[in-house]
């Protein structure tokens, strides 16, 4: 049996189903608590960006899932 582990908060991901208990983004794995945390930091950030650009969001993400890994939780922005 596989185990899974968050890249962020380090916690074991028991019943693995990708795109529901996990996802994989930025090539990090992160469990669905984080991921939420994730979109609940950049949607408000990401709406008040005008013309949205998939660059510039893509970065945002990987930057914002790096950050949260160097200190082991979310922070706000």
């Excluded at 019943?15 to 669905?32: G, K, L, P």
């Excluded at 939420?36 to 949607?43: F, G, H, M, S, T």
């Excluded at 660059?55 to 160097?70: C, G, H, M, P, T």
Aim: charged letters at 30%; a positive charge; hydrophobic letters at 35%.
């Amino acid at each position: 049996m596989k185990s899974l582990r968050c890249d962020i908060c380090h916690k074991d991901i028991t019943t693995a189903i990708s795109q529901r208990s996990y996802f994989h983004v930025a090539n990090r794995d992160m469990c669905e608590a984080c991921h939420d945390q994730l979109q609940a930091l950049i949607k408000p950030v990401v709406r008040t960006k005008q013309p949205f650009n998939y660059e510039w969001y893509d970065r945002l993400v990987r930057d914002s899932i790096e950050k949260a890994i160097a200190k082991g939780k979310w922070e706000a922005r």
